[in-house]
């Protein structure tokens, strides 16, 4: 299988190619040229012939059918962490509520999506750089869970070096401890006085920086990217769609060739578009909906075909993690229905204006796929607190946002009439305080708290007020986190940035 450009391709690459080096020609990000096949015949095998029917024979399959250029040795070595750093045996359980079941994504080592997909890429991304006897440095912005799992994954791994910047006092205390407890020599935490945006622009400046060049020269080391324009990770975000739907089967919930509705929390769009690559394999899903918080890019995408970031400023919710006004991933679906030429008249536009307007035959080619909703805080929390009351049910805040997305778009009559999966983003450990908020109804000074960038109630205490009042318990790697010690915390300017990985990447 070979990967080629959104923006043009000088040369076709193979999958080892493009995890170690993920930027495409003109800016443009790499798809594959061609989709694999795993319909009806394959999914009955996963139900059949496998008896065991794990995820990970599943992944397997996935990465055979994509032909990825890695050996297999090292594809079982990666896919064994699923067994070893998960805990759940189903790796992605799936719980039936009273009208849609939730997979849920989060039972790695930091309690969120990310380790999905950041797990098994660790391991092939150190091995493949050990392989060809090559360094690698991994520059990470994070509004919060990125970093960690980034962080997680490659610890102490040879061959690579990992700096992970985030907005200090952005991201919620357990997010920021999981980073700041890091003991790792290969890798620096860097907390800046400024916003996700800064960090991330400041990354995007660094990479044209002719210094900071010339110095990864001299120290023979390479860039390479963890977030989701690398498609390392989007492939092993395809996996759990397959197994949802696997599941459903075993459950008897459906028949085969049954098709099926998905709602995903979103925000750079690297978790939808895993479920629009599966069902562009033959997975039978239906629709793809797209849950979105306040920044609603997404949802004034998918209704209306415009993707207009003029006059938009980025709001903070309480589901920071899709925060994002530009998402990335996209592009990819972009590409995938109206092709390269397209693709770089709408990403050129969206660049250079802020904006780009679809035209009426392409909105609808778009929402053959997907439809859309968004959600407020306050309809989170209203969500969060019922579902506990009348199911028994604790959901994050990121997940409230797709369960409302199910809520309204059945009203409507959108969706309803299928099965419907709805993806649960991240455990309730990692937002605490806004899980205390929305069950206690105490609006602890929201506002004054907001503008302070702090929470009204510490992480410790809510998780400590959750375990008490509800039939829940915080694993281990969360509380933990609390007795730590603070080994990595660096706090800096943000002109400071370049400063400090020339120093860390030096030694
Ligand atoms: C990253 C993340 C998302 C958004 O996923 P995308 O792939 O960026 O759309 C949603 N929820 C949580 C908890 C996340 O960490």
């Known amino acids: 299988m070979k990967f080629i450009g959104t923006r043009g391709t000088e040369e076709k690459k193979s999958f080892s190619e493009v995890i170690l080096n993920p930027a495409a020609l003109n800016g443009g990000l790499f798809v594959p040229e061609k989709f694999p096949k795993i319909d009806e015949k394959y999914i009955l095998r996963f139900v059949d012939e496998f008896g065991e029917k794990t995820y990970r024979h599943i992944a397997r399959t996935v990465l055979r059918k994509f032909k990825v250029d890695l050996d297999d040795d090292l594809i079982e070595k990666a896919l064994y ?16 509520l009273k009208n849609f079941s939730v997979a849920e994504l989060w039972h790695g080592p930091t309690r969120a999506f990310k380790d999905m997909a950041l797990q098994p890429f660790g391991v092939i991304l150190s091995s493949l750089a050990q392989e060809k006897n090559e360094n690698y440095l991994i520059l990470a912005a994070t509004s919060g869970d990125t970093g960690p799992a980034t962080l997680k994954t490659f610890e102490n791994k040879e061959n690579i070096k990992v700096v992970c910047i985030y907005p200090h006092k952005g991201t919620s205390e357990v997010q920021k401890l999981q980073m700041v407890t890091t003991d790792a020599k290969n890798e620096k935490v860097l907390g800046i006085l400024g916003d996700f945006d800064d960090a991330q622009t400041a990354l995007k400046a660094l990479l044209k920086d002719d210094e900071f060049k010339e110095t990864l020269k001299e120290n023979n080391i390479k860039l390479s990217a963890a977030n989701s324009v690398n498609f390392g990770r989007i492939i092993f975000q395809t996996v759990y769609h397959f197994w949802s739907y696997i599941k459903l089967l075993e459950n008897f919930d459906i028949e085969l060739g049954d098709k099926i509705d998905v709602i995903i929390p979103s ?38 075909g415009r993707y207009d970031l003029r006059d938009k400023d980025l709001i903070k919710t309480i589901s920071p993690a899709m925060d994002i006004l530009k998402s990335s991933n996209v592009e990819r679906v972009l590409f995938d229905k109206f092709g390269e030429a397209r693709t770089i008249e709408l990403m050129t536009s969206l660049e250079n204006e802020g904006y780009f307007e679809l035209n009426e035959e392409e909105l609808k080619k778009l929402q053959e796929d997907f439809i859309a909703d968004f959600a ?61 908020e929305a069950l206690t109804g105490e609006d602890v000074n929201r506002e004054i708290a907001l503008e302070e960038e702090k929470n009204a109630i510490s992480d410790k205490d809510a998780i400590a007020y959750i375990e008490g009042h509800l039939k829940e318990k915080a694993p281990d790697v969360i509380t933990e986190l609390f007795n730590k010690e603070i ?13 400090e990985i020339i120093k860390f990447i030096s030694k």
């Open 81 to 96: 962490l699923y067994l070893k750093n998960f805990d759940s045996d189903d790796v992605v359980p799936l719980v039936r």
């Open 487 to 499: 080994t990595n915390e660096n706090i800096i300017n943000k002109d400071k940035i370049k400063e």
């Open 267 to 304: 925000g750079n769009f690297g978790n939808a578009l895993g479920a629009y690559y599966a069902k562009k394999m033959g997975l039978p899903i239906d629709k793809i909906v797209i849950a979105s918080n306040k920044n609603n890019v997404l949802y004034e995408l998918i209704t209306y």
């Open 376 to 436: 407020t805080d306050g309809e989170c929390e209203e969500i969060i607190k019922r579902y506990v009351n009348e199911e028994y049910y604790l959901m994050d805040t990121h997940t409230a946002t797709a369960v409302k997305a199910y809520e309204y778009l059945k009203e409507k009559n959108k969706i309803g009439d299928k099965k419907t999966v709805i993806y649960s983003t991240a455990e309730w450990t990692k937002f605490a305080p806004s899980i205390y």
